[in-house]
């Protein structure tokens, strides 16, 4: 994906969007930024999830983030062929997709560098990173080939 | 929903006119709608002592109420997206069978098409999620829209099942059937599977003809009691029972398994709390924002087993003489889809049980099914009606 603006549109490119980070989400936003995927682990029961919350879904203990591998399966996808927004109408067509990490938690993303006939569900990927702001990354991934 | 005391009812329903409103207000088009749901009820404004509705503002039924004038003794607007007004009519329901409420009027009504044009699912900025606070950023980042959330959905759904885009179109198909006999339907020309899967593709695997209509349009229904509608002109449609469920908001990542919906938990509580199972169904009027949200809603309520969606639905499975008849009036896929459909799936639930159907009349429909879907797969809600006294 480049952010070049298409010739029918001589708008400066416009950036992806970026995260305003908040007191659950900040770790996660800047690990990315650091290029490093972390999760969320329940200190009592030992459950990992993401996004970041205040305690533990399954039995409200205390949760601490953990680097995780940046490893995962597609779980499904989609190839997006129609959004009027910027900057995404400049990439047209995409691929949206959500993967299971293999620690457990559920992330949508983008998946880059491939062709969209390339993708299926259960497809090995990994992560790879983006700085979006000063402060917050995010992370995109590609097939783990 | 309730064998002692009060039952509540029905008593009058209407849709405004649609799908394109140009010279009305969205207040107005609730206006329009309520005084035709009243007037086919028999009452007026100064009866209403119960109002209800939902929209994309805070206190939005504080708003509406305001525009007509009145000042209910109970409002609510419980906002779960498309199936909003499932919930807000079982919930006007239990309002009159406590006393809280004796004539609720529910309103809906959106000038969407006219204000928005047809961009409404493929251009908020940001993406969807960003109409939410807080953790709804998480997917709102990737440039996902509202028909790729359900293209997910479809896409693992047949990765699962082995479901084909032959199947989905299906749906689509069947509901331009059920379209092409309602004269204010959007679109009304048949249409064949092979038009849908040869459609352009929105987002794989849903292509155009997958997706709803963007329409202008309202509707109204006015919930009392058994006892007060006695001697009112139409005849009156039991709330035999309700129930709703979500599965999450706006991060379609949170939904735990993207082939089930909150359906699954809140069909079988509204069945038992009906005294019906699926079998019982005579007529359906199932949320249609895709062909997947369709296929899917039939499997969770428990019309067929998980899965075997496609094959249900195949071969005209919800036309008139198919499995369940569905969508009479054409569906959001082909009359109207104004954004929040849920009210006319009670509208033609109730129609269809005053037997006033015409050419898509399901004959001697005893028991109707109205089922809404809202957000991204994200809300559930059920809500079984009756013709006769349970």
Redesign the interface.
Known sequence: MTDAATPSDPRPPKP??A??P?P??APYWAAAHDGRLVVQRCENCGTYQ??GRDRCLVCRGPVVWVEASGKGTV??????????????RD?IP?V?A?VDLVEGP?????LVDCA?EEVA??LAVRARFEP?SEEAG?ALFELDR | MTTKGRQAVIAGVATSDYPLLPDLSEHAVHGQAADRALADAGLSMADVDGFASAGFFPMYALGVTEYLGLHPAYFDETNAGGASFEVLVEHAAYAVESGAAEVVLVTYGSVQLSQMGRTLGTGAPGGAGALAPGPAIYDALWGNTLVGNYALAAQRHMHEFGTTPEQLAAVAVTMRKHAASNPFAQKRELITVEDVVNSRLVADPLHKLDCCVISDGGAACVVTSAERAADLPNAAVYVLGGAHASTHQMNLSAMADLTVTGAAQCGPLAFRRAGITPADVDVAQLYDSFTITVLLTVEDLGFCAKGEGGAFVEDDGLGLAGRLPTNTDGGGLSACHPGMRGMFLIVESVRQLRGECGETQVPGAAIAVAHGTGGMLSASATLVLGRDAP
């Open positions: 992806r969007p995260p305003v908040d659950d989400s993401l996004y779980y499904s996808f989609t190839v997006i062929r129609q959004n009027y927004a910027r900057p995404f990439w995409y949206v959500l559920r992330v949508m993303t983008n969209p569900i259960g979006v995010i």
